[in-house]
């Protein structure tokens, strides 16, 4: 499942930007991924709260070690300040979250110089908190947390259904792992109805909740409109031969039985 995986992790990444003010060069130049440009725009308007945001989150994702443990305490201290729009300070804290959260995993690179920040208590509060708001989706999703911790949560969620597209991919991949192979389907087959963004990933989920259905869960019928929908859409794709191939060796096999 690294199609699965891929998405996920692209997802994860585009989580932690915010929303780009329309002629504010520091957000645009932020929301651009231009660091350098945003953190020095930023500081020229110290000590507004949203430049000291935009201060610290360069320096975390600037590649000095150094800068991030910087970037890091500021965007600590901000965050406890609660000085930002609700909007910024519950982006700021799910920023916060994640980026003490990987420091803190990467102990060959910053010891225990981020071990100050509660990030499994900063998701939980987001969550509590926030549990319409896709900042929770995405805190759920870093927490790695279970399909019997997200599904009840997605099926109460009252935002914007496509934010829960990864939680139910990421449920998924979970019950691959644990063999669970139908309802690992149903939840692949969640987020390709709610809509998986990226083009490549949803084409690939059509094909794999047909194969989960059938090859591995041994339920063809429930496979069947997958394959025959993956055929359809995409007929010059090498995995629409194997599909083809699926439902001929299904029907070859009923009219054996028939005879």
């Not at 609700?86 to 994640?98: I, N």
């Not at 009840?152 to 998924?172: E, K, V």
């Not at 047909?210 to 394959?227: C, N, P, T, V």
């Given at each position: 499942m690294t199609g699965i995986k891929t998405a996920l992790a692209i997802m994860a990444a585009a989580a932690?930007?915010?929303?780009?003010?329309?002629?504010?060069?520091?957000?645009?130049?932020?929301?651009?991924?231009?660091?350098?440009?945003?953190g020095r725009l930023a500081r020229a308007r110290l000590p507004e709260p949203e430049a000291r945001l935009i201060s610290a989150l360069s320096r975390l994702y600037e590649p000095?070690?150094?800068?991030?443990?910087?970037?890091?305490?500021?965007?600590?201290?901000?965050?406890?300040?609660?000085?930002?729009?609700?909007?910024?300070?519950?982006?700021?804290?799910?920023?916060?979250?994640?980026?003490?959260?990987?420091?803190?995993?990467r102990d060959d690179l910053y010891g225990q110089r981020a071990d100050y920040v509660n990030w499994h208590g900063i998701y939980d509060e987001i969550i509590r908190n926030h549990p319409n708001d896709p900042a929770a989706c995405d805190a759920l999703l870093y927490l790695e947390?279970?399909?019997?911790?997200?599904?009840p949560f997605a099926a109460a969620y009252q935002g914007d259904r496509r934010d829960l597209t990864a939680l139910y991919m990421y449920a998924a991949t979970l019950y691959i792992e644990r063999g669970e192979f139908i309802p690992a389907a149903r939840a692949l087959e969640t987020a390709y109805n709610i809509g998986i963004g990226n083009p490549i990933f949803s084409q690939l989920a059509l094909f794999r909740i047909g194969y989960l259905y059938?090859?591995?869960?041994?339920?063809?019928?429930?496979?069947?409109?997958?394959?025959?929908?993956?055929?359809?859409?995409?007929?010059?794709?090498?995995?629409?031969?194997?599909?083809?191939?699926?439902?001929?060796?299904?029907?070859?096999?009923?009219?054996?039985?028939?005879?």
């Amino acid at each position: 499942m690294t199609g699965i995986k891929t998405a996920l992790a692209i997802m994860a990444a585009a989580a932690l930007t915010l929303s780009v003010r329309a002629g504010d060069t520091m957000f645009e130049a932020y929301a651009d991924g231009d660091y350098y440009t945003a953190g020095r725009l930023a500081r020229a308007r110290l000590p507004e709260p949203e430049a000291r945001l935009i201060s610290a989150l360069s320096r975390l994702y600037e590649p000095s070690a150094s800068h991030a443990e910087e970037g890091l305490r500021d965007l600590y201290e901000l965050c406890g300040e609660k000085v930002l729009s609700p909007e910024l300070q519950l982006q700021g804290q799910l920023s916060l979250a994640r980026c003490a959260q990987l420091m803190q995993q990467r102990d060959d690179l910053y010891g225990q110089r981020a071990d100050y920040v509660n990030w499994h208590g900063i998701y939980d509060e987001i969550i509590r908190n926030h549990p319409n708001d896709p900042a929770a989706c995405d805190a759920l999703l870093y927490l790695e947390a279970q399909p019997e911790v997200t599904l009840p949560f997605a099926a109460a969620y009252q935002g914007d259904r496509r934010d829960l597209t990864a939680l139910y991919m990421y449920a998924a991949t979970l019950y691959i792992e644990r063999g669970e192979f139908i309802p690992a389907a149903r939840a692949l087959e969640t987020a390709y109805n709610i809509g998986i963004g990226n083009p490549i990933f949803s084409q690939l989920a059509l094909f794999r909740i047909g194969y989960l259905y059938d090859r591995r869960g041994g339920d063809y019928q429930s496979a069947e409109k997958y394959y025959r929908k993956f055929i359809e859409r995409y007929p010059r794709n090498k995995l629409a031969q194997i599909a083809a191939r699926y439902i001929d060796e299904h029907e070859a096999a009923e009219r054996t039985k028939s005879k």
